[in-house]
Each structure stands twice: as C-alpha cells, then as structure tokens.
C-alpha cells in the first residue's frame, strides 16, 4: 500500500520560510518523479514543482521561481519542498505526489493528504 505523508506545515508570516516534507512508503521510491501541487480556498489544485528521480531535473511553476526549492533524499524516501519568501497568495493546502510519468505531464499516480499552509500578512 502506497502511503505519502507530508508534514511541515502551520502559520507563518509573510516573507517567513517553511519547510514541507513528504515521506512515502509502499512504493521504489528512487523510481519515482516526485511533485507538490497546491489547492487554495476556492481554485483548483495547481501544480507547484517536481523532480526527476535522481533529482538532477526539476521545474517549478513559473510564478515560483526562485522562491521555492524542491529536493529530495532517496536515501530517507523523502521529498522537500522549502519554501521562502511566501506570501498570503502561498495560503493553500499542500499536496506530495508521485507518478512514473510526471516529468512528462501525465497525471501523479499517488497523492498525500496533503498539508496547510497559512501565510498571514
């Protein structure tokens, strides 16, 4: 059974960092594209960052760029996303996936139950 747990979320303040993590178990993980997506209040989930299985690829949304950071450690069957600089418009729950075909743009064959995130102003 495919589990991907992420943790690391709260409240913090604009301009604050957080760290989220998502641990998976139940799966290679090391074969695995690894993504975050978001879902805020309201709008639909939208995609956030993924990476290759090695780590060596990664590609953000562009409206992210240079703020958020994905990594991974295949070593601890966990992903990272480290977030900086957040904004109130970063306000939404977070979400870990995992899919063969994500670096291509097929849909995540996994999700986590995701984790909120809460930037106030």
């Known amino acids: 059974q495919v589990q991907l747990v992420e943790s690391g979320g709260g409240l913090v303040q604009a301009g604050g960092s957080l760290r989220l993590s998502c641990a998976a178990s139940g799966l290679t993980f090391s074969s695995y594209t690894m993504g975050w997506f978001r879902q805020a209040p309201g709008k639909e989930r939208e995609f956030v960052a993924r990476l290759n299985w090695s780590g060596t690829r990664t590609y953000y949304a562009d409206s992210l760029k240079g703020r958020f950071t994905v990594s991974r450690d295949n070593a601890k069957n966990t992903v990272y996303l480290q977030m900086n600089r957040v904004k109130p418009e970063d306000t939404a729950v977070y979400y870990c996936?995992?899919?063969?075909?994500?670096?291509?743009?097929?849909?995540?064959?996994?999700w986590g139950q995701g984790t909120q995130v809460t930037v106030s102003s």
């Open positions: 996936a995992a899919g063969y075909g994500l670096d291509r743009g097929a849909p995540p064959e996994y």
